[in-house]
């Protein structure tokens, strides 16, 4: 199978914090699977990619889902002109042809969907393809990764023990303000300055974090507003479109929000 349309072409722009870049580059030549833990719109899927380009392997992401199925994520049997015909799924793509597997917010999934990795993270690395009659062992450049939120955890949405202590972990935070607002600054075309305000305006709803908000916003959503901005619209109402509105429903947080980033703007 051909996968090429999985290849990243282009350098996805990364600015690393830390010696994350080393970590998975030694966890990848020992094919360990990896954990990416972080708050929402930090960088996880844009590490990955990077990750990917840098180590010129194939990348197949999957969004994981409360509908998410085993059969999803392995493959399943489709009815076609000439009978019935199975088609891999994307986990057993990456498995069977070597490329890097990204199951995205896998904490969505539900935990007897999840078991079906369990055979890829310990030393057997094999997929058995129950319904296929199939044991798929891993090619030699396959690696798992799976991003993980803790501000998720709920006894309803956690993952398993027997799941978390597989991976190798890579913890994830918002960068500090001076290399957050680079980021800023270059993902969204804007100046330093309004970076440093967009910064500033993130720091205020990230201390409101627990008092009212599940989390303040992310490096993702200042990139929002700074690109609203430079499309014209006034910085308040980029604000307010693209942090205060998403970020919740309550009217009395929205107010004290709203209060809090107007301290902020010049």
């Known amino acids: 199978m051909n996968l090429d349309a999985y290849k990243i072409l282009a350098e996805p722009f990364y600015q690393p ?7 998975f580059e030694a966890a990848f030549a020992e094919r360990l ?13 844009r590490f990955i990619e990077h990750m990917a380009w840098r180590l010129k392997k194939p990348l197949v992401t999957v969004a994981a889902h409360e509908d998410m199925t085993a059969s999803d994520l392995a493959g399943r049997y489709l009815l076609e002109p000439d009978g019935t015909v199975w088609h891999d799924g994307p986990l057993t793509i990456a498995v069977r042809h070597g490329a890097i597997c990204y199951l995205d917010e896998i904490v ?16 057997r690395r094999i997929l058995p393809l129950e319904k296929h009659n ?4 891993a090619h030699a ?16 949405k956690d993952l398993k023990e027997s799941t ?12 500090p303000p001076a290399v957050e607002a680079a980021i800023v600054a270059r993902e969204a075309g804007t100046d ?8 500033a305006i993130a720091e205020r709803s990230r201390n409101l974090q627990g008092h009212g908000l599940d989390e303040g916003a992310s490096t993702r959503m200042l990139i929002h507003a700074g690109r609203l901005v430079r499309a014209g619209l006034p910085l308040e109402a980029a604000v307010r479109s693209s942090i205060v509105l998403p970020i919740t429903d309550n009217h009395d947080i929205r107010e004290a929000l709203s209060a809090a980033i107007e301290a902020c703007i010049p």
Not at 108 to 123: F, M, S, Y
Not at 134 to 137: F, S, Y
């Open 17 to 23: 914090v830390g010696d994350e870049i080393a970590v």
């Open 192 to 199: 330093v300055d309004l970076a440093g305000t967009l910064v």
């Open 164 to 175: 978390k202590q597989r991976f190798l972990a890579i913890d994830f935070g918002y960068p």
């Open 108 to 123: 969505e999934a539900r935990q007897d969907t999840t078991v079906v990795i369990h055979p890829l993270t310990d030393t």
């Open 141 to 156: 450049d396959f690696q798992l990764t799976i991003s993980y939120n803790p501000g998720y955890q709920s006894a309803v």
């Open 33 to 45: 699977p990896v954990m990416l833990k972080g708050p929402t719109g930090c960088g996880k899927t």
């Open 134 to 137: 199939e044991i798929v062992p």
